[in-house]
């Protein structure tokens, strides 16, 4: 499985910005989708995870209200929809995929992701 994040970029506090992640899932796989970020000095942290149907979703405290995890299985893809963004929000942005057993499933714990995206940066200016 390949994941390929974008639509990083640099926005100033307040403003939105929407990520995807194009994965090369094949039908009859079924996989929740993760986002995660790094910033500078910290360790990765969970932020959105979505399950392979799509009608299952987990925010972390810190976002919850502000970003909306979305999918599009017909299209390979998943978002990240971020608004009212805050400096603190500054990180590089990871999708993952962590194999499920069905397709109603989310999964939080970074160490049951198996495959990970390069990441894409967010910088949010005061």
């Known amino acids: 499985v390949q994941l390929q994040a974008s639509g990083g970029g640099l926005v100033q506090a307040g403003g939105s910005l929407r990520l995807s992640c194009a994965t090369s899932?094949?039908?009859?796989?079924?996989?929740?989708m993760g986002w995660f970020r790094q910033a500078p000095g910290k360790e990765r942290e969970f932020v959105a995870a979505?399950?392979?149907?799509?009608?299952?979703?987990y925010y972390a405290d810190s976002v919850k209200g502000r970003f909306t995890v979305s999918r599009d299985n017909a299209k390979n893809t998943v978002f990240l929809q971020m608004n009212s963004l805050k400096p603190e929000d500054t990180a590089v942005y990871y999708c993952?995929?962590?194999?499920?057993?069905?397709?109603?499933?989310?999964?939080?714990?970074?160490?049951?992701?198996?495959?990970w995206g390069q990441g894409t940066l967010v910088t949010v200016s005061s």
């Open positions: 899932i094949r039908t009859g796989s079924t996989y929740s």
């Open positions: 993952a995929a962590a194999s499920t057993i069905n397709t109603n499933i989310v999964v939080t714990a970074m160490t049951l992701y198996d495959y």
């Open positions: 979505i399950s392979w149907g799509g009608y299952s979703t």
